[in-house]
């Protein structure tokens, strides 16, 4: 019940493109849900992050949709550049425990 | 700026020999997280301090130790590592507990000859 299901695992997109993550939990204890973005080399950097009191949240090209009847929320980038290229993370919170997901290769492709 | 810093970037060691990794912050956070991560796999929490409570997770093996002196470092310790120690270990902080942004280091790399 602590696993935060991530999908697709790898994905290719061209660049201009969107990019959809799509991640799905099953504890309804959890309370917040960010979204990482880790480089090679380097450690995961927050991206953007929402509470299950809002269904959307927007920054820059970026924006979480999240569903809380269906327990699923997804990460999209709108007008994906090569500088997106990375792997992306949900997690969610509940208490002190951050849980993962299993991470997403994005390849963004000219 | 304000930041997490990890030290080394790489660490290689031998079978069996004790390694210390350490992690310095800026930021005045209250917590300190140590994360195991391994290829293509997401971070693994190992342990976490709230100020200087311990908090260790079920899962994290023994051989694992932590130590936070102060508010500002904190150190892991492999007593002896094995093969299968080898990882990327990253640093985390966040300023309170419960459902606030964690910020990583950008980790250390760690081999086991």
């Known amino acids: 019940q602590q696993q935060v299901k991530q999908s697709p695992q790898s994905l290719i997109v061209q660049k201009g493109g969107i990019s959809i993550i799509n991640c799905a939990y099953e504890?309804?204890?959890?309370?917040?849900f960010p979204w990482y973005q880790q480089f090679p080399g380097k450690g995961p950097a927050l991206l953007i992050a929402?509470?299950?009191?809002?269904s959307e949240k927007k920054e820059g090209r970026f924006t979480i949709s999240f569903n809380k009847s269906a327990k699923q929320f997804s990460l999209h980038i709108m007008d994906s550049q090569p500088g997106d290229s990375a792997t992306y993370f949900c997690?969610?919170?509940?208490?002190?425990?951050?849980?993962f997901g299993t991470g997403t290769r994005l390849t963004i492709i000219p | 700026d304000a930041m997490v810093i990890q030290n080394p970037r790489y660490q290689v060691t031998q079978f069996g020999k004790p390694v210390t990794l350490s992690c310095s912050q800026t930021?005045?956070?209250?917590?300190m997280y140590w994360y195991q991560q391994k290829s293509s796999q997401a971070p693994k929490l190992l342990f976490h301090?709230?100020?200087?409570?311990?908090?260790n997770e079920a899962d994290t093996p023994d051989n694992f130790q932590s130590r936070r002196p102060n508010t500002s470092f904190c150190f892991l310790d492999i007593r002896s590592p094995g093969l299968g120690d080898a990882a990327m270990y990253l640093c985390?902080?966040?300023?309170?507990?419960?459902?606030?942004?964690?910020?990583f280091g950008d980790g250390t790399r760690l081999s086991i000859l």
């Open positions: 504890n309804t204890a959890f309370d917040y």
């Open positions: 301090y709230y100020d200087k409570d311990f908090n």
């Open positions: 930021l005045n956070h209250n917590v």
């Open positions: 997690a969610a919170s509940s208490r002190e425990k951050l849980t």
């Open positions: 985390a902080t966040s300023l309170q507990k419960i459902n606030q942004p964690q910020h």
């Open positions: 929402i509470r299950p009191d809002v």
